[in-house]
């Protein structure tokens, strides 16, 4: 396998891993030795980890995708440390095989993602290729992206923003539109326009199919597909 490049000839590959499982920088280190010359640095959790990027000065940083309770804190991460001038080579470490998710992640700038039981050698091989400055997706999940991207896809799922998932949250419970705002903390007004807009982007043709859509969509996000 080609060694990936370093920041310097004289020491090794510096890789930061972002889990909130110690035994994952300790599998990474077994994973890499003999193979990748490379020190490992664990960081248990998003906030550690954006720390660790600005003291440690990795060469390539290894990121989770859910941490704690939640699902996408690596992908929030992986903005925050793209919008705080993070250049280093970002690699997903993920149990996700949604290309949704896939897709969101590399939207968010990371440079690979790997499956957490993929064999050591294709892990190895992700790590040298983003390394080196290059991109890496599994075959079969780049298709699937690919795939969404494709008119009339059923991979596809509408883009949706904060405000508007807090009110399709609220109508697929059967709220009302009054009681949406006074949830949300929003006018009638505002919920209307938006549950007007939800349905365009979901194709609802009424307020009882923009119910149904609303669950399929939030089962969708929720498991990942």
């Given at each position: ?132 400055g290059g991109d890496y997706v ?31 949250r609220a109508i697929s419970e ?52």
């Open positions: 396998m080609t060694q990936p490049a370093t920041a310097s000839s004289a020491r090794p590959l510096r890789v930061l891993i972002i889990d909130d499982h110690p035994v994952v920088a300790e599998g990474w280190d077994r994973i890499t030795k003999g193979r990748i010359d490379c020190e490992v640095i664990a960081a248990s959790g998003p906030q550690k980890g954006f720390r660790a990027w600005r003291h440690e000065a990795p060469d390539v940083i290894v990121v989770d995708l859910t941490m704690g309770d939640a699902k996408l804190a690596g992908v929030r991460l992986i903005e925050r440390l793209r919008a705080c001038g993070a250049t280093q080579p970002l690699l997903v470490f993920t149990m996700h095989r949604s290309p949704i998710i896939a897709r969101r992640a590399l939207q968010a700038g990371c440079n690979g993602i790997i499956m957490k039981d993929s064999p050591s050698d294709e892990i190895c091989e992700a790590l040298a290729e983003v390394a080196q599994p075959s079969d999940l780049a298709r699937k992206i690919a795939l969404m991207e494709r008119p009339g896809s059923t991979l596809a799922r509408p883009r949706l923003t904060p405000r508007e998932m807090d009110i399709l059967g709220l009302a539109y009054r009681e949406i705002a006074e949830h949300v903390g929003i006018s009638y007004k505002t919920v209307s326009n938006v549950s007007q807009t939800l349905k365009e982007k979901l194709g609802a043709t009424s307020f009882a199919d923009l119910v149904v859509k609303a669950i399929r969509h939030l089962q969708s996000v929720e498991d990942g597909i």
